[in-house]
């Protein structure tokens, strides 16, 4: 069920024509922050610490250590920066950068004089929003979204069970946190299922094919 997606969807996704292989960010971090969890987040990561550390992260929120961690280029993250990276190496060849290593060069100073910085760091800035989503062979509304209810608020715009404020994010030293979190961030979803499934009832468009015989 997994290799049609595989093998006919990810060379399109991500561009395997141009370079392999892919980072693919892990969609636990993805979803975290563009369906705004980390808003609400109730788990103090000081708990977590080792007593026989020396508490450099002390006071850090969960969203904090995954900033961090894609700043330093562990943690893949997309989007990846908070500019669009086709018009980030248009800069970097206007400034002169002529191969991959002087385009890595001249990135690398943007982020070191803080001109640029990793998307999710300000994820509800409108300019790091996912935009478009393709469900396919999956349920995500309804079934295999873990935080379902804000899936439906921050990601669709829906109506929703969410009850808290979502005023733990200003913990966060890391990532900037706005006083009302956005609703409704994506332009499109597009379900693509053989089988009738509660994802469908939120898309805009619904393709009935996604199976071996199409």
Request: proline share 6%.
């Amino acid at each position: 069920e997994k290799l049609r997606p595989q093998a006919g969807w990810a060379p399109i996704a991500f561009g395997l024509d141009w370079s392999r292989p892919p980072r693919h960010m892990n969609s636990t971090s993805y979803w975290y922050f563009h369906t705004d969890q980390w808003r609400y987040e109730t788990v103090d990561a000081d708990a977590l610490l080792s007593p026989a550390g020396k508490n450099k992260y002390k006071g850090y929120t969960l969203a904090d250590y995954n900033v961090d961690a894609a700043r330093m280029g562990w943690l893949p993250s997309a989007p990846n920066f908070n500019r669009n990276p086709i018009e980030l190496l248009a800069e970097a060849e206007k400034a002169g950068a002529t191969d991959e290593a002087a385009v890595g060069k001249y990135v690398a100073q943007q982020l070191k004089e803080g001109k640029l910085d990793v998307a999710i760091a300000d994820p509800d800035n409108p300019i790091n929003w996912p935009r478009n989503l393709f469900v396919w062979r999956s349920n995500l509304i309804g079934t295999s979204a873990k935080g379902h209810e804000y899936f439906l608020k921050h990601l669709l715009g829906a109506q929703n069970g969410v009850m808290q404020e979502g005023t733990a994010g200003a913990a966060c030293s890391q990532v900037k946190y706005q006083e009302e979190g956005p609703t409704g961030k994506l332009d499109l979803m597009v379900d693509i299922n053989f089988r009738l499934n509660s994802t469908g009832a939120y898309s805009d468009i619904i393709l009935p094919t996604a199976t071996w015989y199409e």
